[in-house]
């Protein structure tokens, strides 16, 4: 990937199709380790905040866009009650970790799969688990990801009473035809239901929307983001679809559709209309996805995002080097520092160690160095500002620094006297920012992985190149009086 150092908005010869992914992905992995031996190495010492992941891998219907560790299951399943049950245990078998006990949580995420699919009283169970096992006093932000059709007031009021605050759901789009290409069987009139309920009862809400489908018009997507605006929630995030993580069941889909696949060239003019859309309708960018919604002047009206609102979760997911994240459930991520920890994918093998053996098997891996740069590589382009005093400058690699200050030569970064703060030309290529700032070891393995994806040929996906504009004929500069 080639960064141009000219005047223009196409800053990068190619798009990376991948928007997210683990960091440090370069390491050794240790398969003999056990569950208790890797928690057991975490240093909690120099980890500064943390947050908690929950996965409740189960959905009443699967969506063809997606691709995380799930699979069918509904409210009152015996197989969801015995996942409860292991969930449970490993809450209290890390609860008597110090590794894990000794921060305190800032932020806890339920996510899915489908967390709705619980039922109140599971909902109550893993609630207490978690009251009884952490120190929940400094918890700023607790996420729930809704299913709309699988909402009740009852499970809302379990949800609240276990002290959840922020509400979340997949909407993906408005429009029939991409939904019925998704298999989203929720109605819409169940989305606008929930809404009104989430409102009820949470400080905050917030949904996705997906675009760059194939096929998809202009016409289209400006309707979806004001279908998105109308519904008036706290906040919305838009994804460009990412279509080599996508089921070969969508790209027959589209097939059968007759719909082409968009370029990069045309997806990236549907990013720049969405943030002119969104900022002239009240709302500015708190991320590379989310839009939070101004109900007042803009307290910050200088700068191209805002710092009044964010998404806490996501802090920890695009991180600091000592800000980590310990998860739980099937196939959930802990990454601490040098070490990340996978549990076991299978539900049926994670139900099984835990309830069986009081253990559950475990994918360890050691990254050669503390990520130092993480939050250089990751923070600072998809929150679009740093805080130049939570940086080793000491310990990153040379490689990184040189590819920050190329970038800020480029017009991507502010630096300030105190902060690196994105530019709104670098906001559109945030992605890329993140994979160029990566060590190349990083990059190698993000390049085999899209080679690898690539040579499915049932995902068909557009051109990657991006047009080089003013690489024609300059022509004379005419003086007018």
């Given at each position: 990937?080639k960064?141009?150092?000219?005047?223009?908005?196409?800053?990068?010869?190619?798009?990376?199709?991948?928007?997210?992914?683990?960091?440090?992905?370069?390491?050794?992995?240790?398969?003999?380790?056990?569950?208790?031996?890797a928690?057991?190495?975490?240093?909690?010492?120099?980890?500064?905040?943390?947050?908690?992941?929950?996965?409740?891998?189960?959905?009443?219907?699967i969506?063809?866009?997606?691709?995380?560790?799930?699979?069918?299951?509904?409210?009152?399943?015996?197989?969801?009650?015995?996942?409860?049950?292991?969930?449970?245990?490993?809450?209290?078998?890390?609860?008597?970790?110090?590794?894990?006990?000794?921060v305190?949580?800032?932020?806890?995420?339920?996510g899915?799969?489908?967390?709705?699919?619980?039922?109140?009283?599971?909902?109550?169970?893993?609630?207490?688990?978690?009251?009884?096992?952490?120190?929940?006093?400094?918890?700023?932000?607790?996420?729930?990801?809704?299913?709309?059709?699988?909402?009740?007031?009852?499970?809302?009021?379990?949800?609240?009473?276990?002290g959840?605050?922020?509400?979340?759901?997949?909407?993906?789009?408005?429009?029939?035809?991409?939904?019925?290409?998704?298999?989203?069987?929720?109605?819409?009139?169940?989305?606008?239901?929930?809404?009104?309920?989430?409102?009820?009862?949470?400080?905050?809400?917030?949904?996705?929307?997906?675009?760059?489908?194939?096929?998809?018009?202009?016409?289209?997507?400006?309707?979806?983001?004001?279908?998105?605006?109308?519904?008036?929630?706290?906040?919305?995030?838009?994804?460009?679809?990412?279509?080599?993580?996508?089921?070969?069941?969508?790209?027959?889909?589209?097939?059968?559709?007759?719909?082409?696949?968009?370029?990069?060239?045309?997806?990236?003019?549907?990013?720049?209309?969405?943030?002119?859309?969104?900022?002239?309708?009240?709302?500015?960018?708190?991320?590379?996805?989310?839009?939070?919604r101004?109900?007042?002047?803009?307290?910050?009206?200088?700068?191209?995002?805002?710092?009044?609102?964010?998404?806490?979760?996501?802090?920890y997911?695009?991180?600091?080097?000592?800000?980590?994240?310990?998860?739980?459930?099937?196939?959930?991520?802990?990454?601490?520092?040098?070490?990340?920890?996978?549990?076991?994918?299978?539900?049926?093998?994670?139900?099984?160690?835990?309830?069986?053996?009081?253990?559950?098997?475990?994918?360890?891996?050691?990254?050669?160095?503390?990520?130092?740069?993480?939050?250089l590589?990751?923070?600072?382009?998809?929150?679009?500002?740093?805080d130049?005093?939570?940086?080793?400058?000491?310990?990153?690699?040379?490689?990184?620094?040189?590819?920050?200050d190329?970038?800020?030569?480029?017009?991507?970064?502010?630096?300030?006297?105190?902060e690196?703060?994105?530019?709104?030309?670098?906001?559109?290529?945030?992605?890329?920012?993140?994979?160029?700032?990566?060590?190349?070891?990083?990059?190698?393995?993000?390049?085999d992985?899209?080679?690898?994806?690539?040579?499915?040929?049932?995902?068909?996906?557009?051109?990657?190149?991006?047009?080089?504009?003013?690489?024609?004929?300059?022509?004379?500069?005419?003086?007018?009086?």
């Amino acid at each position: 990937m080639k960064l141009r150092h000219e005047r223009t908005l196409m800053k990068f010869d190619r798009q990376l199709p991948i928007y997210n992914w683990l960091y440090p992905l370069k390491g050794q992995e240790l398969e003999a380790i056990s569950f208790r031996e890797a928690h057991a190495v975490l240093d909690p010492a120099p980890i500064r905040s943390r947050a908690l992941y929950f996965h409740i891998p189960f959905c009443d219907t699967i969506c063809t866009f997606c691709m995380l560790s799930r699979g069918l299951g509904s409210e009152g399943d015996p197989i969801i009650e015995k996942y409860t049950q292991a969930l449970i245990k490993e809450i209290h078998l890390k609860a008597e970790m110090d590794s894990v006990t000794a921060v305190p949580p800032r932020v806890i995420w339920f996510g899915g799969g489908t967390p709705s699919t619980l039922t109140p009283d599971q909902i109550r169970r893993i609630g207490r688990a978690m009251h009884e096992s952490f120190d929940l006093s400094r918890l700023e932000e607790f996420t729930i990801e809704f299913e709309v059709k699988s909402v009740t007031r009852e499970k809302v009021e379990a949800f609240k009473e276990i002290g959840v605050n922020k509400a979340r759901f997949g909407l993906q789009t408005f429009n029939p035809k991409y939904r019925e290409l998704f298999n989203i069987t929720a109605t819409l009139d169940q989305t606008y239901r929930a809404v009104e309920l989430f409102g009820e009862y949470f400080d905050f809400r917030s949904f996705d929307i997906l675009y760059g489908m194939h096929g998809q018009t202009m016409t289209e997507f400006a309707q979806d983001i004001q279908d998105a605006i109308d519904l008036g929630t706290e906040s919305c995030e838009f994804y460009p679809i990412n279509h080599l993580v996508t089921q070969n069941t969508l790209h027959t889909g589209y097939k059968g559709a007759n719909l082409r696949a968009l370029s990069y060239v045309e997806k990236m003019g549907m990013t720049v209309f969405l943030n002119h859309y969104m900022r002239n309708s009240g709302y500015k960018l708190y991320n590379g996805h989310g839009f939070a919604r101004l109900d007042g002047p803009d307290p910050e009206p200088a700068e191209f995002t805002t710092t009044t609102y964010g998404n806490k979760y996501h802090e920890y997911c695009w991180a600091h080097h000592d800000d980590d994240l310990v998860g739980f459930g099937a196939s959930a991520v802990t990454q601490s520092l040098d070490w990340t920890i996978m549990n076991d994918e299978s539900r049926t093998g994670y139900i099984n160690g835990l309830l069986g053996n009081d253990d559950v098997k475990v994918k360890v891996t050691r990254s050669d160095h503390i990520p130092y740069e993480r939050g250089l590589v990751l923070n600072l382009p998809y929150h679009g500002r740093l805080d130049k005093s939570r940086v080793a400058w000491d310990k990153i690699d040379p490689e990184v620094l040189v590819k920050l200050d190329e970038l800020v030569r480029a017009g991507m970064f502010e630096d300030r006297p105190h902060e690196y703060v994105i530019t709104e030309l670098g906001w559109t290529w945030y992605v890329n920012m993140m994979y160029y700032l990566s060590p190349s070891g990083d990059q190698k393995i993000l390049d085999d992985f899209i080679e690898l994806r690539s040579r499915n040929k049932a995902l068909v996906d557009g051109d990657r190149s991006m047009t080089p504009v003013g690489k024609g004929r300059r022509l004379p500069v005419v003086a007018t009086s």
